[in-house]
């Protein structure tokens, strides 16, 4: 019994490893298993890829005899099937809804829906601007404006031996474009200021260097309002060293951003933003957290040498908040990249030696067990110093607290001797319970100075390795297409060339995250010691006081 589908819509496949279908065109489906919404099959022109689920209506083909040895040929609905659906009363699946599964598909989070593209920069937007598809029921070219990988670029099959494609089309080396462009799928003009350079470093290859580096504050938000105060925001002020010129920008700003920047770089590990929150977005400490995670997102950003200097990160920086026909402008230029996914690995220059494989895979091997550690050790020390700040900002002011009331009771105990001597005692003791009272409330302020601020720290490394599986996942699948062809002799079709362009961009991103690393680590475990010891001094200077009391009793 083969397994079919009934395509209910057309459909115009965007990336690798997608295929096109027709309204009513018939499909073989390679499995019933629907993943993330899409279903993988054979159209009638023989392309096998993947399509969404919601686009076709699953039917099977009883290829069984009859008594007599005739065909029993039947098409039947398959009933249990996600996809069975009375459809004469159902429209078009949506773009948005396509767009969105592409978006699941590539690993692209949303945390939350705090802020939709609403604004003033936005509210006229068409759906070509905005970037998705434009394509109907019944329009089978695909869009010109499409946002997904791949678009606008002839994909051309070459050659490869007996290498074939992975049949796990939902694997993320599939998804990022790593396998089309290993397979010399990929193809594209390069501008000389698009190419990215890898260098050969000291400890291996790295990104060269960013000649222009620049920095960028982020001011302490303000509230803004829209349609007459029914709707309200946070609007953040940046200001890029390099321009000197602020912009204001708000999260889901950011968030679109991100979002372009998981789509292009493959294996560039972007930093996780700070979480939304769908309410108390006003609340002040929900504000200050947000400002303080964007402000690392912002500084790691900056100090990637591939990261800072691209379009996009460049057009969110330095467009004026106040130029609405700009800022959709560079919008549209972004969502329309061709060098994304697949593409994108074109644009590496490698050095000029080739790496050695299997040191490469040593390497990639290493760093694994690395990050899989630093990710274990990371959870633990963020339980830790959590468990440590609530000790602080409860049980140890308490404890202080009660401290200073057991003095204050001895003093009011001693006020009944009614000697005039004593009284200068009785204030010595009176001053240490206030000391101590004190004392408590530093601890319970304290956390915010110096444990806060690790935690933070550890929130935006703990993104990073997020990334890393999938990055790796890239990089060894590169590596496996290159054994396959060295085993059966097609090394010479440039596998192994674009293996290595992939291997010496992973390896170059290992070398920057390690760097930024030691920097950042270094400089935390510093600010956290001087405000440890500002923080005893602190208390040590407000004892010393109280012992002065008694020289004076």
Not at 186 to 208: H, N
């Amino acid at each position: 019994m083969a397994l079919r589908a009934r395509a209910l819509y057309d459909f115009i496949s965007e990336n690798p490893g997608e295929i096109s279908v027709i309204e009513n065109e018939l499909l073989t489906l390679s499995s019933e298993e629907v993943v993330d919404g899409w279903l993988e099959g054979t159209n009638t022109r023989g392309e096998t890829g993947l399509f969404p689920a919601s686009y076709v209506e699953i039917i099977r083909t009883d290829t069984s005899l009859h008594d007599n040895g005739t065909p029993a040929s039947q098409d039947y609905y398959y009933q249990n099937s996600p996809q069975r659906r009375d459809t004469s009363n159902e429209s078009t699946p949506t773009n948005s809804t396509i767009y969105q599964d592409r978006q699941r598909r590539q690993s692209i989070q949303s945390q939350g829906s705090d802020e939709d593209w609403d604004d003033d920069w936005d509210d006229s937007v068409t759906s070509e601007e905005r970037g998705g598809t434009s394509e109907k029921r019944g329009n089978t070219q695909p869009s010109s404006t499409n946002n997904s990988v791949s678009r606008r670029t002839t994909l051309q099959s070459k050659s490869t031996g007996t290498v074939g494609k992975n049949l796990n089309r939902f694997s993320t080396f599939v998804k990022s474009g790593g396998e089309a462009f290993v397979l010399g799928e990929a193809s594209g003009l390069v501008r000389d200021g698009e190419k990215i350079f890898v260098d050969m470093g000291q400890y291996g290859p790295e990104w060269q260097d960013n000649p222009y580096p620049f920095t960028c504050t982020i001011d302490d938000p303000t509230k803004q309002t829209k349609f007459k105060g029914m709707k309200s925001y946070m609007s953040y002020g940046l200001t890029p060293s390099h321009t000197q010129s602020q912009v204001n920008r708000r999260y889901k700003h950011f968030d679109w951003l991100y979002a372009r920047l998981v789509e292009k770089f493959p294996v560039i590990s972007v930093p996780h933003l700070p979480e939304k929150q769908a309410t108390g977005r006003f609340e002040e400490d929900f504000i200050s957290k947000r400002r303080k995670g964007l402000i690392w997102w912002m500084n790691h950003m900056t100090s990637h040498p591939i990261l800072s200097k691209c379009d996009v990160f460049q057009h969110f920086l330095t467009c004026s908040s106040n130029d609405e026909k700009a800022w959709k402008q560079g919008k549209r230029k972004a969502e329309k990249d061709h060098l994304v996914g697949a593409n994108f690995f074109l644009t590496i220059c490698p050095p000029a030696l080739p790496l050695d494989l299997q040191e490469v895979e040593s390497n990639i091997d290493g760093f694994k067990t690395f990050t899989k550690k630093m990710d274990e050790n990371l959870i633990q020390v963020n339980v830790t110093i959590n468990e440590f700040a609530r000790k602080q900002i409860t049980g140890f002011k308490k404890e202080y607290q009660r401290v200073g009331q057991a003095f204050r009771l001895l003093s009011q105990a001693f006020e009944f001797d009614q000697q005039v001597y004593s009284v200068p005692l009785n204030k010595a003791i009176v001053h240490t319970g206030e000391v101590y009272e004190t004392i408590g409330d530093y601890f319970a302020e304290q956390p915010r100075q110096d444990l806060d601020p690790i935690s933070d720290l550890l929130a935006i490394y703990q993104g990073h390795l997020a990334n890393f599986p999938d990055i790796i996942h890239v990089q060894k699948g590169a590596l496996t297409k290159a054994k396959e062809s060295q085993k059966d002799g097609t090394a010479g079709g440039g596998i192994n060339d674009r293996c290595n362009i992939i291997s010496c961009a992973t390896l170059a991103e290992i070398q920057h995250f390690h760097r930024i690393r030691v920097r950042d680590f270094k400089a935390q475990m510093q600010y956290f010691l001087q405000q440890q010891i500002s923080f005893f001094q602190k208390i040590t200077g407000k004892l010393e006081e109280a012992l002065d009391m008694y020289d004076q009793a």
